[in-house]
């Protein structure tokens, strides 16, 4: 059985007044979540709580606070960097805290934590719950890193990108059976990447069919005629799309992640709407050398 959402709302209280010290306390766990309220109360902090992230969405639209706690892993939809992300957005003076179980994340991880003030590592006691809070206050908030938007990563790692592509190409045995340079291998991916960034900066509505590209109708020709069978020509697009999302990784502490989940949806659309496009003309012009040819 699901949990009750638990939200606990200071009525009164909104974006046009201040009061000092205020806590939002997320966590799912009610047992917890009751513990530390409790304890910042007793500590002289005034403490709205909510037990998901859209509730703490919620009380960040709502009301202003000086401090947020926050769980890092949530059970629904979102998760505490979700909830850090609007709280920078809408507070950007209050101190944040990321409350994890797992103080030994992977790199990954850590980039992305970076737009906390700190991690707490799980249990962690009253008293250096409060002295932390407190040290923060006073410390103040760490300055918000500029945040880059996808098409700006993959404009300035472009050929970080291909370098990585052709080095998973190279381990492919299928696929470099068909001897090629580096620079034949490579050749139409700068115009990929350029139809990409293009795709990010003027968006589609999700569900349009994807642009046009010529590019990828001369690579479907080229890619025969140097031997290419369909499957060589799939794997290839797939390791693409395996090299941009690595470059994105790569680069975890300057991505934007307001607009990352839609970002991918684009790249991997417009990947594959290259390679169906590369595709068709192959088999077109696969039947068109098939034809018999008259007298």
């Known amino acids: 059985m699901p949990k009750a959402t638990s939200v606990t709302f200071r009525p009164g209280i909104d974006k046009t007044t201040r009061a000092k010290r205020r806590v939002l306390l997320v966590d799912d766990s009610d047992s917890l979540r009751q513990m530390l309220l409790l304890t910042l109360e007793e500590n002289g902090f005034e403490v709205a709580t909510a037990s998901n992230v859209n509730d703490a969405l919620k009380l960040i639209a709502a009301q202003t606070f000086d401090v947020l706690l926050s769980d890092l892993q949530m059970p629904d939809a979102g998760d505490g960097l979700t909830v850090v992300s609007a709280m920078r957005h809408s507070d950007p003076k209050a101190a944040t805290f990321i409350f994890s179980g797992f103080p030994e994340m992977n790199e990954a991880a850590r980039a ?5 003030d700190e991690v707490l590592a799980k249990p962690l006691s009253a008293a250096l719950l409060v002295k932390a809070i407190n040290d923060r206050l006073k410390l103040g908030v760490k300055p918000m890193k500029k945040k880059e938007d996808v098409a700006g990563i993959l404009e300035a790692e472009t050929q970080s990108a291909i370098s990585q592509w052709l080095d998973h190409v190279n381990a492919e045995p299928e696929i470099i059976t068909v001897r090629l340079t580096a620079a034949e291998r490579c ?62 990784q790569d680069n975890l502490q300057k991505v934007d992640f307001s607009l990352l989940l839609v970002d991918v949806m684009a790249i991997a659309d417009e990947v594959d709407s290259q390679l169906a496009q590369a595709m068709t003309s192959y088999i077109s012009e696969a039947h068109a050398d098939a034809q018999p040819v008259e007298a």
Request: net charge positive.
């Open 187 to 248: 050749a139409h991916l700068p115009a990929v990447f350029h139809d990409l960034v293009e795709r990010l900066r003027h968006p589609l509505p999700l569900g349009t069919r994807a642009l046009k590209s010529p590019a990828s109708v001369k690579h479907g020709l080229l890619r025969r005629e140097q031997g290419y069978t369909p499957a060589m020509m799939v794997e290839e697009s797939r390791m693409l799309q395996v090299s941009i999302f690595q470059t994105l």
């Open 112 to 116: 992305i934590v970076n737009q906390t």
